[in-house]
């Protein structure tokens, strides 16, 4: 019994001298991998020319070829061991002129409004439309109107975003379906058109589009739709009010075109232990027309970018495959990542892990995982290597969009996504100002060096 207690403790002491071990260790590699993120990085450089010299890259559109071509480009140079391009095809929407819209009280006497199309929609009837609004905050309110009260009117989508949410992801969630499937809804009454509040909690002129869908509706029953700014919202709401009989102009030459061919970007560095086990790291090269899609989603795609680069900068070898995905089309269609899933369950690929990066390049504060609970009792026990850098928010929840399709085909079971803070977030969201003077340098490098650290670690030890 004696001889059983000394041995029980002699192994204690030595698995606590390995765990100190193996965190100083760990320790001293992710601030390796801080120090060349902060000091040497790329993202913030890949993300200038991104949004300065190429521009919005809406799916099928010729800054999405050009972003391809770069990004590409870029990857090879980083001497991965493998870099291709995974063709997909993807719809092709285009915006044409610009909108125009203005709030009509009596007979010449109009305000402007900021509007812009959504995404998928038709556009309106030559010359434009012109209807009575009918202002609504849910589709149970739309059901009780009934075709009687909006027959032949515009309906007018005004619930906020719910701005007493911390978390402001489940905002966003608790509003879109307004843009989402608004239209379809209000077709089905006999609406000739639909306003949406814009997604934003912010108080601007900035409307913000994003995809639309109409379901099953007949193409002939299909009705033009569009997002309003905040303050738009705000002024048409309270001029309602005053005026319920008010006209509302809108004109739209927005277009749907055949698909059109693209590509995902893929780079990898082979495993040295486990080369057909396989980790995912990456972004949507896509972006929405009206800014650059600086935060959506260039930024995920150039902390991605850099995660390889700095492992090999820093002579990382790992022990599986690490690869870097540039998914096409997450914005209207999720093409992108439906068909890396499609091909890699087709190649019989095992992926131990995936990890987006999707909610703007602000400042890093943790990761979701999409895991279960013993896998993620885990990761969560890797915290305290993150605490040092006010990243240590590890919580179960959801990941990305494009990696989604991975877990749905069973290819992979844990997934996760990078966490920045969210409260600025949907300030540029599909809109206008989605431009790279909205990105701070320190903050998109921080970003990538939490991604790489994270990757690191799973690369090590595993989430099983």
Excluded at 308 to 335: A, C, D, Q, S, W
Aim: hydrophobic residues 35%.
């Amino acid at each position: 019994m004696k001889k059983a207690l000394l041995l029980l403790v002699a192994i204690t002491i030595s698995s606590i001298g390995f765990s100190q071990k193996v965190n100083k260790e760990d320790s001293t590699f992710i601030r390796q991998i801080y120090n060349t993120s902060l000091l040497d990085g790329m993202s913030y450089n890949w993300l200038d020319y991104m949004s300065n010299q190429i521009g919005s890259r809406l799916s099928g559109s010729l800054g999405a070829e050009l972003a391809v071509e770069y990004t590409k480009e870029q990857l090879q140079e980083l001497g991965l061991d493998k870099v291709w391009l995974q063709k997909v095809m993807v719809p092709k929407w285009t915006r044409g002129g610009k909108e125009f819209s203005y709030i009509e009280t009596s007979p010449g006497v109009t305000t402007t409004t900021d509007v812009c199309a959504l995404g998928g929609s038709v556009p309106t009837p030559y010359g434009g439309l012109k209807a009575e609004v009918v202002e609504v905050m849910s589709f149970e309110e739309l059901a009780v109107l009934g075709k009687n009260e909006i027959e032949g009117k515009i309906v007018f989508y005004n619930r906020p975003m719910q701005a007493d949410l911390i978390q402001t992801m489940g905002a966003y969630g608790g509003a879109v379906n307004q843009r989402y499937a608004g239209a379809k809804e209000a077709a089905k009454y006999g609406a000739v058109g639909v306003i949406v509040r814009s997604m934003n909690l912010r108080q601007d002129d900035f409307p913000h589009t994003g995809t639309m869908s109409y379901g099953d509706t007949p193409e002939h029953l299909r009705i033009p739709a569009c997002a309003i700014s905040t303050n738009g919202a705000d002024l048409l709401s309270t001029t309602l009010k005053l005026q319920p009989n008010l006209q509302f102009y809108l004109s739209m030459n927005c277009k749907t075109q055949a698909d059109v061919e693209s590509y995902n970007v893929i780079g990898e560095i082979k495993g040295s232990t486990f080369p057909d086990k396989y980790i995912v790291v990456g972004g949507h090269l896509d972006s929405w027309d009206l800014g650059d899609g600086s935060q959506d989603d260039g930024a995920g795609c150039v902390q991605s970018m850099e995660v390889l680069r700095i492992l090999k900068k820093n002579g990382y070898n790992p022990k599986h495959t690490i690869r870097v995905v540039l998914f096409m089309n997450e914005e209207n269609g999720l093409r992108g990542g439906k068909k890396y899933a499609a091909e890699a369950k087709k190649r019989g690929e095992h992926h131990i892990f995936g990890l987006e990066s999707d909610a703007g390049g602000f400042t890093p504060r943790g990761f979701s995982f999409d895991v279960i609970d013993g896998d993620f009792n885990k990761i969560k026990s890797w915290e305290p290597l993150f605490e040092t850098y006010l990243t240590n928010w590890f919580t179960k929840g959801g990941s990305g969009a494009d990696i989604g399709p991975l877990k749905k085909e069973g290819i992979a079971n844990v997934l996760s996504g990078l966490r920045p803070d969210s409260q600025r977030y949907f300030d540029y969201h599909h809109a206008k100002n989605d431009t790279f003077e909205a990105v701070n340098k320190r903050e998109l490098e921080l970003g990538a060096a939490a991604m790489t650290s994270l990757i690191y670690l799973v690369d090590k030890y595993g989430v099983k």
